[in-house]
């Protein structure tokens, strides 16, 4: 694991010691590499010091052999279903109807409720899709407790309730998710955040049949698919950090979704930069490699395969061009689509 057991200085450290890293003679490598990620390095020692040459991320296992390994045990977490996995794909097929993934949905911008209500209006004239997964944060400008942003914040909860009852076909059939993020309350500082109360949103969930507010990061087990949601800006934190620059002609969101695949740890940083509570780190590991893995990111959007895992980031509906992505989980496929503004 690499680790700054000196000012300035970077060492590989294990179980059984340390050695200080020399990065003078390098190679750029694949993967953003920080502080207290795990490594293989290739060099030579001299003078005290390995002298690194090349150095790599862990070979990521395939989640085939995970669950092969581990037939009986349920890895992802939550109830497991009594159905066969061929009787949950039946269901998929049946039900293709899409998940939508929004993130930065700022409710206190009327910009958003409009292209919202256009989002629902569309959907209004089909079979509406299988869920809408909503990922904050839900107002541009981050929760102050004890404020009068406080009644501000549940209102605008409130508002986006009854636009959504509006449609009442897809208030009663799609499933809703709401992921917190940074600016949204409460919890700030450490991770994983906790829900958001529900002060906030029992008028909200009064009005919806099926409705879930969860943590950040949080999983999704949809059938056969099991999906993991993570709001975080993580790819400017990674590059801050960052003590190799990567290689030149891959693009950086692949850099991004190889380190985070490979490390199995949606947060592969050093706790004095993004904490995280040592109870609840479990939550944070990817092990074994989800289906789909939804990285929020104010980053452009993306979606991108790595070893069989579905990565996207849907950008910011509110701040960017209201773009989304909706997920189908037969073709294991997305589309990028957004909102025309008005």
Known sequence: ML?????GKMFLEDKAGSIELDFSKAKSANGLFTESCFVLVDGYVE????????IGLPPPEAREKTRAAFPNVNLFGGQPSLRTDAQLRAIEVANDNGIIILSDVWLDRQETMDA???LFEGFSH??????????GDFSSKPFVSGSGETAQYRDNMTALGQLIAGFPTIARSSHFVFVPGNNDPWGQGALPKPAISEYFTKRLAGRLSNVAFTTNPCRIKYCTHEIVVFREDLLKRLRRNSVLPPVEGTEIVKHLVRTV????????LPQRVRPVYWAHDHAMRIYPIPDVLILADRFDSYSINYEGCH???PGSFSAGDLSFFMYYPVSRTSQYSKIPKK
């Open 116 to 118: 919202l209500g256009t």
């Open 47 to 54: 003078d005290g010091k390995l002298r690194v040459e090349e």
């Open 3 to 7: 680790a700054q057991l000196e000012e």
């Open 126 to 135: 089909s079979t509406p899709p299988i869920a809408f997964i909503f990922i």
């Open 311 to 313: 990565c996207i980031n």
């Open 261 to 268: 695949v490979d490390q199995g740890h949606l947060c592969p």
